[in-house]
């Protein structure tokens, strides 16, 4: 009992395929979020040099914005620096920690369906801790999920080239200022998408887990006590 045994027939039930599922759902979920890299930029047309200048802003993952620097002190000759406005990380890595930790568990999972399944289903321990840990991440992908796309769409303004403007001080008389764009922030409204969708595989995963306890398992009838049971009757002759 406490060795492997490989099995690879788990991979073929519901309980197997969707946590490959849920593994494969984790690392897009991640990695579309903490692999992002964008640029918002203003071009500036100085008043008193007739300077035209392109001022640029690099934000990623973890999107601290308020720490990203995009008009200096010296631009256009004002003595006012200017930041992008928002701090975003907590949301982020929030949703980035459950989807690392959710591929990490669903890694562990399948190795106990593959090689010890027998100990898994040996008593019903094993069932009702899976039946939690998988009750919890369709909890918490849930409230990751929507920590983080309210942080997208708060993230989406604050780079904003016409919200920049409004804060900047070099706009505000010093010079004359326009958009220059902003990157397109497609992979992070996937990282959304797959954060929800997480959200249902987990939902759907903890039915069949619950499936393998024994809360699921049909009552056994009641036993009959031998003293009431009624003795054969002897065949009668004709």
Not at 22 to 37: Q, V, Y
Request: hydrophobic share 45%; charged share 15%; with cysteine.
């Amino acid at each position: 009992m406490a060795g492997m045994q490989l099995d690879l027939g788990p991979l073929k039930e519901p309980i197997g395929f969707i946590k490959i599922l849920e593994w494969i759902f984790a690392i897009f979920g991640f990695a579309t979020c903490g692999g992002f890299s964008g640029k918002t930029g203003l071009n500036v047309k100085c008043k008193n040099t007739n300077d035209t200048l392109h001022l640029n802003a690099t934000f990623q993952y973890p999107f601290r914005l308020n720490q990203i620097l995009i008009v200096t002190k010296d631009t256009c000759n004002q003595t006012v620096e200017t930041h992008l406005v928002g701090d975003f990380s907590s949301s982020a890595e929030f949703f980035v920690a459950i989807a690392v930790l959710a591929f990490l568990y669903c890694m562990a999972a399948l190795v106990l369906y593959v090689g010890y399944l027998h100990i898994y289903r040996d008593g019903n321990r094993g069932p009702v801790i899976d039946l939690v840990v998988t009750t919890i991440f369709a909890f918490v992908w849930l409230v990751s999920s929507s920590a983080w796309g309210k942080g997208l769409t708060d993230l989406k303004y604050s780079t904003n080239p016409e919200t920049i403007i409004k804060n900047a001080n070099v706009c505000k008389g010093f010079a004359d200022c326009s958009s220059a764009g902003v990157s397109g922030m497609g992979s992070l409204n996937v990282s959304v998408v797959f954060g929800f969708l997480n959200m249902i595989l987990w939902c759907g995963n903890a039915w069949f887990v619950y499936k393998e306890t024994s809360w699921h398992a049909p009552p056994e009838p009641p036993k009959q006590d031998p003293g009431n049971v009624a003795a054969p009757q002897p065949p009668q002759n004709p």
